[in-house]
């Protein structure tokens, strides 16, 4: 039961243009939403972040909308440079569920985007 | 500040032995959870403790444990490894994570089990 979708296993775009990293959830228990950035054989680093009271959070080239009647977020990078070029996690989190949510990310499978110079 | 810290970065094992996995948390942070990253299941959820106490565990056997000591460092465990805990070990830390705290990682141990 995957509870976090990234349909798209890569992505690529050329510099300087907009990269759009789509995910979807199902459980509607989930109220936090994270993105991360992952290079291999490293940690997920945090990118942004969006509570499900907003529908648009923005951090410099990064931002993020959330369609909750959809069940959908999504990441935009604008522009796009090449050291955007990594693997993408959307994460999520039902902070208020108690119980078997404490301390819970569900991650989605990650999304590849590469950045061509 | 400091961010998450684990040790070692890389272990290889062999099947039926048990290892140690530790990870030093942000100065701060009271959570500290933990996750397996495989290719074929990606990154799993093992457990989270706050204030040294376990709050929940992800659907993973017993053999996998943890703890968390009074200086919010922790510790997993692994006993009895199997081909199939060959995985990168990824620790988190967080402030809070029932408030719009991000969790952050570390670099993770890579465990390789022969």
């Known amino acids: 039961d995957q509870q976090v979708k990234q349909n798209s296993p890569s992505l690529s775009v050329q510099e300087g243009r907009i990269s759009i990293l789509n995910c979807d959830y199902t459980n509607s228990m989930f109220d936090y939403f994270l993105w991360y950035k992952k290079y291999p054989a490293e940690g997920p680093t945090f990118l942004i972040s969006i509570s499900s009271i907003k529908d648009k959070n923005e951090d410099g080239r990064f931002t993020v909308f959330l369609n909750k009647s959809a069940k959908h977020l999504s990441l935009h990078i604008v522009p796009s440079q090449p050291g955007d070029s990594a693997v993408y996690f959307c994460?999520?989190?039902?902070?208020?569920?108690?119980?078997?949510?404490?301390?819970?990310?569900?991650f989605g499978q990650g999304t590849i985007l590469t950045v061509h110079p | 500040k400091a961010g998450v810290t684990q040790t070692p970065r890389y272990l290889i094992k062999t099947r039926g032995q048990q290892v140690t996995l530790s990870c030093s948390p942000i100065s701060g942070h009271r959570s500290v959870s933990w996750y397996q990253q495989t290719p074929g299941q990606g990154l799993q959820f093992l457990f989270e403790y706050f204030s040294e106490t376990q709050r929940n565990k992800g659907n993973f056997p017993g053999r996998f444990s943890g703890r968390q000591f009074s200086n919010s460092r922790s510790e997993m465990n692994v006993s009895t490894l199997e081909l199939g805990d060959s995985a990168l070990y990824l620790c988190?830390?967080?402030?809070?994570?029932?408030?719009?705290?991000?969790?952050?990682f570390g670099p993770g141990t890579r465990l390789t089990v022969l």
């Open positions: 994460a999520a989190s039902a902070r208020y569920a108690g119980g078997t949510s404490y301390g819970k990310l569900t």
């Open positions: 988190a830390s967080s402030l809070d994570p029932t408030s719009e705290y991000a969790q952050y």
